[in-house]
């Protein structure tokens, strides 16, 4: 008599949707088993680990396949393309500047601050930018206080912009 083993069968995953942009919800890569690694009509389920929802700026995710289920799932184990890594990129957004004066971006003095209004008009659920107009600065304006007459720039960096809201560019 001899003892003997069947060992299971090494089978690969191919990974698409491997970079995503920053929806608000969990996010992962697909995986699916190579065709024609399975055996005849063998049936086995595999399930993506690893779902992120936030954009990454440090670097990829990592998502790994998991053999969760089929009726010959017993019968395979997964190779070395069971993990790859994946990204979240921030969701671009659009910053529209409003005009608080007479027209054309142009203000009468009259001794109080003025100043355009930022606000994202595109690419975000509303209330998710409220607070942008702390991000607006006038250059050279100590308190981003213009009031005397002259000609000032309004600006949002991306650098704070982005530090503020880590998931829009």
């Known amino acids: 008599t001899v003892e003997f083993t069947i060992a299971p069968k090494p089978i690969s995953v191919e990974w698409s949707n491997t970079t995503l942009t920053y ?4 996010q992962k890569p697909n995986a699916a088993i190579v065709n024609g690694e399975l055996i005849g009509d063998d049936q086995v389920e595999i399930t993506v680990e690893g779902a992120q ?10 998502a790994t396949a998991v053999i969760t289920g089929g009726d010959d799932m017993g019968n395979y184990t997964l190779d070395g393309t069971a993990t790859t890594s994946f990204t979240i990129a921030r969701k671009a957004v659009t910053i529209t500047w409003t ?12 001794g109080t601050a003025k100043a355009p209004t930022a606000s994202v008009t595109e690419g975000a659920p509303e209330g998710t930018f409220d607070n942008i107009d702390t991000l607006v600065t006038i250059d050279g304006i100590a308190d981003n206080q213009a009031i005397n007459a002259g000609s000032y720039t309004a600006t949002i960096t991306k650098v704070e912009f982005e530090t503020a809201y880590p998931n829009y560019t």
Request: glycine share 20%; aromatic share 16%; net charge negative.
């Open 99 to 110: 005009d608080g004066g007479e027209g054309n971006f142009v203000y009468t003095y009259d």
């Open 23 to 26: 929806d608000g919800s969990e």
């Open 53 to 62: 929802i936030n954009a990454n700026t440090d670097g990829a995710y990592t």
